[in-house]
């Protein structure tokens, strides 16, 4: 079946440190990737997608670049904020089967400090 | 353009009881689905619904049930609570059923906190 691994978390990073994220993915031909982020108490909002191989999913300065060769999909920031502290996750919507059907990972929780 | 909006935004149940969950989606979205979200199991699909029929099921137990209505709002309903049932229900939109994609973005509401005493 479909699956996907994050990195353990809580990350801590000083404000201004460079994020990386973790993710990789199992999954029959070529699913779309997402990364969302959840505020506390918040639902989820949608972070960034990438819908085929090398495709970069970009949005207020995070990336993330679907690479089907290493089946992965990491998050990365160059310069982090206080307002950044979140939980990431990273998911995935198959090509067939339950298509409309997102499958999670974890969730990665990141804590930025001054 | 108003977002997805559940309510209520806290409950709480005893065991033994049944609860009743609502989710209005972004306007124009045809597709609603509901997820489970638990520190211990994470994000779980539950179920999908689009045009007043579900089109997809997750691995829960028959308790767990959904409709949609022909405005597309959705409930779902969980009868006999169970302690384990305590969880963020989030329901999601989008504007058809099917895979996700640049143009099928699903979007989450606020969520629903039930707990379960």
């Known amino acids: 079946g479909n699956s996907v691994t994050q990195m353990e978390g809580p990350v801590t990073l000083s404000e201004e440190a460079f994020l990386t994220i973790n993710c990789t993915y199992t999954a029959t031909g070529y699913p779309s990737l997402f990364w969302y982020v959840q505020y506390p108490g918040e639902g989820l909002q949608l972070l960034l997608k990438?819908?085929?191989?090398?495709d970069k999913g970009s949005n207020k300065g995070f990336e993330a670049t679907y690479r089907k060769e290493t089946t992965s999909f990491h998050l990365e920031k160059g310069s982090v904020q206080v307002s950044d502290s979140a939980v990431y996750f990273c998911?995935?919507?198959?090509?067939?089967?339950?298509?409309?059907?997102?499958?999670f990972g974890t969730g990665t929780r990141l804590q930025v400090t001054l | 353009k108003a977002g997805v909006t559940q309510t209520p935004r806290y409950l709480i149940k005893t065991r033994g009881q049944q609860v009743t969950l609502s989710c209005s989606p972004i306007s124009g979205h045809r597709s609603v689905s509901w997820y489970q979200q638990t520190p211990g199991q994470g994000l779980q699909f539950l179920f999908e619904y689009f045009s007043e029929t579900q089109r997809n099921k997750g691995n829960f137990p028959g308790r767990f049930s959904g409709r949609q209505f022909s405005n597309s709002r959705s409930e779902m309903n969980v009868s006999t609570l169970e302690l384990g049932d305590s969880a963020l229900y989030l329901c999601?939109?989008?504007?058809?059923?099917?895979?996700?994609?640049?143009?099928?973005?699903?979007?989450f509401g606020a969520g629903t906190r039930l707990s379960v005493l």
């Open positions: 999601a939109s989008s504007l058809l059923s099917g895979r996700a994609g640049a143009k099928n973005i699903q979007y």
């Open positions: 998911a995935l919507s198959a090509l067939t089967g339950t298509a409309s059907k997102l499958t």
């Open positions: 990438a819908t085929k191989a090398d």
